[in-house]
């Protein structure tokens, strides 16, 4: 079955600097590849998501890339806030969930003023 | 609004005492399952369903029973729980043109 690894586990950053959250994945057969943005307390929310046809995707100031040869996709998170503070999990499966959707361990990202 | 609603969001009880989490949606999803949160290890799936009466186990199924009887319902039953299955439970819903949603999460203590 599908494995998702995630790294780092935690990240520390100050305000204005970017970071950097990396997974991998070992069924590939996955293409759709989904990020959750879980602030303190709440449910985990969809941010951005990228399917095996696109390499990269930019929203803001986030961003996705996939190497599906490599099997790994990272999430850019570029000019970091505060309120970018949370727990954010990298997951693969198939589109709208019709097979299981598995998820990295988390990355807790901390954002110093 | 669109929402898959949780009840109730805390939940105290003893070892071996049944319990039910219910789980209701809203947006006429096809797809809905059941995921535990614990730390460091994320979120694990515990059982899903593709419709009305198809369900099926996820990672960590044990202890853990669903039903499926009507489209926007999916409650969890643990039908003798133990303190190993004192966690944080996400109920969530998708369909092939809707991502995953998550509800806001029931806390559960076993003591």
């Known amino acids: 079955g599908e494995n998702v690894e995630q790294h780092p586990s935690t990240l520390s950053v100050q305000e204005g600097d970017s970071a950097v959250i990396k997974c991998t994945y070992s069924d590939s057969a996955s293409n759709y590849f989904p990020w959750y943005k879980q602030e303190l307390g709440k449910r985990p929310q969809l941010i951005i998501d990228?399917?095996?046809?696109?390499g990269e995707k930019k929203d803001q100031r986030i961003a996705v890339t996939l190497n599906k040869t490599a099997k790994h996709f990272s999430l850019h998170i570029t000019e970091t806030q505060p309120e970018d503070s949370a727990v954010y999990f990298c997951?693969?499966?198939?589109?709208?969930?019709?097979?299981?959707?598995?998820f990295g361990a988390g990355t807790r990202l901390a954002v110093h003023p | 609004e669109a929402q898959v609603t949780q009840n109730p969001r805390y939940l105290i009880t003893v070892t071996g005492k049944k319990l039910t989490v219910t789980c209701s949606q809203n947006m006429n999803h096809e797809y809905m399952s059941w995921y535990r949160q614990d730390p460091g290890l994320g979120l694990r799936q515990i059982y899903y369903?593709?419709?009305?009466?198809?369900?099926d186990k996820g990672d960590v199924p044990e202890g853990y029973k669903v039903s499926r009887k009507e489209k926007r319902n999916f409650p969890l039953i643990l039908e003798s729980p133990s303190p190993n299955q004192t966690s944080l439970y996400f109920c969530a819903s998708s369909s092939l043109s809707s991502p995953l949603h998550f509800g806001n999460g029931t806390r559960l203590t076993v003591t």
């Open positions: 369903s593709m419709n009305v009466e198809v369900t």
């Open positions: 990228i399917r095996s046809n696109v």
């Open positions: 997951a693969a499966g198939k589109p709208g969930g019709y097979n299981k959707l598995i």
